[in-house]
């Protein structure tokens, strides 16, 4: 670059965001090969290209062999072609200037040299730029925090200049404070990067040789919570496509960038990765308001629909709230009588008359008595079988039948609702039951002790009619 743009790039600190202009790599960039570069659009001319090796080297024994390249178009062209002196799979950044400032013309993104023809660079020898600088803290820059940059000032020639590069993204002068001289640290001044967290910064020294004659050192920048310099002009990383259009980014040649550079471009990746977003989003919220809404129609026809544990509460048939068919209570019908029991007819023991007649009384002279299902005071329950129907002699009483209470029949419901209660006015229905006699006791006379009792009987009967005689003689 001529010396006299030198001082007018320089006073043109944190160039404009948008460039009129851009430039595109016109071929793939080879070892050791020429390499061209067009502009596009309109720039101010004289224009320049500066390419900053970028990453480490990829020579053995990490020989740097790569120099900053800084080359100027002739007059008003606005195509340049050099030879590229880097090796194979190796790394540079371009940014294109024209009189205006510096990187007026775009940043390209980190690009990958293939490979090419040999012998344009010594592969064993490591190459050191005319002057070096240095940042106090050490490799350190810190986002709104002062740095100190300094040199040897007997190293140098004219004033030094310094320049910021972002790699796809935006490069800058650095404007220069005072100068001040500190011993072991040499000349320098004080300069607190308004560039955010995170970016990576090439820091570029140059001298009245051009730029880059005090070679280049790499920061990735820290946080230091301090973000006051910051505003919407300081200098990104992602203004944009990156410039130079089309050219590989990874040592098999398979990475491309398809950037075309300059303020002017598309960004298609954008655009497109906003509307799948946006599409994305909006099935996510019509997802989430269907289900609101099935929720809460859900909660409505639960509220509205008595619980039926017997019923599918999705079944579409009419529903009057009454239970299936196959749950309807049936009334409680007595049985028929069908268990006989028999017993005697007793009478007042102790009078002869009524021993003779129980005597000579037939046997099956019986009183039926039916029995049907009851509950009796002890608490069993179903048909108890007949007494014995043998006759019985016996003198004694026989003892008092149990008595029962009457007894409510009650159906409970199983499953559905209940039936609606009776008015107040109605009373329960009671069933009344006659007694079953179920606890008469009888003991079956055996044959032999019958006619026994029936001739004692017979002669006593005999002894008190001869006394009676005897008394009447």
């Known amino acids: 670059m001529a010396p006299r743009l030198r001082p007018l790039l320089a006073a043109v600190p944190y160039a404009a965001l948008a460039a009129a202009y851009s430039f595109n790599f016109k071929n793939t960039p080879r070892q050791c090969q020429n390499l061209e570069i067009g502009i596009t659009g309109s720039g101010k001319p004289p224009y320049s290209v500066l390419i900053i090796p970028f990453g480490p080297t990829p020579l053995p024994n990490s020989i740097e062999a790569r120099r900053i390249t800084d080359v100027s178009f002739n007059g008003t062209e606005s195509?340049?072609?050099?030879?590229?002196?880097?090796?194979?799979?190796?790394?540079?950044?371009?940014?294109?200037?024209?009189?205006?400032?510096?990187?007026?013309?775009?940043?390209?993104?980190?690009?990958?040299?293939?490979?090419?023809?040999?012998?344009?660079?010594?592969?064993?020898?490591?190459?050191?730029?005319?002057?070096?600088?240095h940042t106090t803290p050490d490799h350190l820059l810190i986002t709104c925090t002062a740095s100190r940059i300094w040199w040897d000032n007997s190293t140098v020639q004219g004033v030094p200049t310094f320049q910021g590069v972002i790699p796809g993204g935006q490069s800058f002068s650095i404007p220069e404070g005072p100068l001040s001289d500190i011993v072991g640290q040499g000349t320098g001044f004080s300069w607190s990067p308004p560039v955010r967290v995170g970016t990576v910064l090439l820091l570029v020294g140059g001298d009245d040789r051009g730029f880059g004659t005090g070679g280049s050192n790499t920061y990735t920048m820290q946080d230091g919570n301090v973000y006051s310099c910051l505003n919407n002009t300081?200098?990104?990383?992602?203004?944009?496509?990156?410039?130079?259009?089309?050219?590989?980014?990874?040592?098999?040649?398979?990475?491309?960038?398809?950037?075309?550079?300059?303020?002017?471009?598309?960004?298609?990746?954008?655009?497109?990765?906003?509307?799948?977003?946006?599409?994305?989003?909006?099935?996510?919220?019509?997802?989430?308001?269907?289900?609101?809404?099935?929720?809460?129609r859900y909660k409505q026809g639960t509220k509205e629909r008595p619980v039926d544990l017997l019923q599918d509460q999705d079944n579409d048939g009419p529903s009057d709230g009454r239970p299936p068919e196959y749950y309807q209570p049936e009334p409680f019908v007595l049985p028929d009588p069908t268990v006989v029991s028999s017993t005697h007819e007793s009478s007042v023991a102790g009078t002869a008359p009524y021993a003779a007649g129980l005597a000579t009384r037939a046997s099956t002279d019986h009183r039926q008595s039916y029995l049907s299902t009851s509950t009796s005071e002890t608490g069993l329950t179903g048909l108890r079988p007949?007494?014995?129907?043998?006759?019985?002699?016996?003198?004694?009483?026989?003892?008092?039948?149990?008595?029962?209470?009457?007894?409510?029949?009650?159906?409970?419901?199983?499953?559905?609702?209940?039936?609606?209660?009776?008015?107040?006015?109605?009373?329960?229905?009671?069933?009344?039951?006659?007694?079953?006699?179920?606890?008469?006791?009888?003991?079956?006379?055996?044959?032999?002790?019958?006619?026994?009792?029936?001739?004692?009987?017979?002669?006593?009967?005999?002894?008190?009619?001869?006394?009676?005689?005897?008394?009447?003689?």
């Not at 002196?85 to 400032?101: H, L, M, R, Y």
């Not at 598309?266 to 929720?295: C, E, K, N, T």
């Open 79 to 133: 195509s340049v072609s050099f030879q590229l002196k880097f090796p194979e799979n190796s790394q540079f950044v371009a940014v294109v200037s024209d009189s205006t400032g510096f990187g007026t013309g775009g940043t390209s993104a980190v690009v990958t040299v293939l490979s090419g023809e040999d012998g344009c660079f010594d592969p064993n020898t490591t190459v050191q730029p005319p002057f070096l600088f």
């Open 234 to 296: 300081s200098p990104s990383s992602t203004p944009g496509s990156p410039a130079g259009g089309s050219y590989p980014t990874s040592t098999d040649g398979s990475g491309v960038n398809l950037g075309g550079g300059g303020g002017s471009h598309v960004d298609v990746g954008a655009i497109v990765g906003g509307v799948i977003g946006g599409v994305v989003g909006a099935i996510a919220l019509a997802l989430v308001i269907l289900f609101a809404v099935r929720r809460q």
């Open 386 to 473: 007949p007494a014995s129907s043998a006759p019985s002699t016996s003198t004694r009483k026989s003892p008092m039948p149990p008595s029962f209470r009457p007894v409510n029949i009650i159906q409970h419901d199983d499953a559905g609702p209940s039936e609606p209660p009776p008015p107040p006015d109605d009373e329960p229905e009671t069933i009344e039951l006659p007694p079953a006699y179920t606890n008469i006791r009888r003991d079956a006379p055996r044959p032999s002790q019958e006619g026994e009792q029936g001739e004692g009987a017979a002669g006593s009967a005999g002894a008190t009619t001869q006394a009676v005689t005897a008394a009447q003689a």
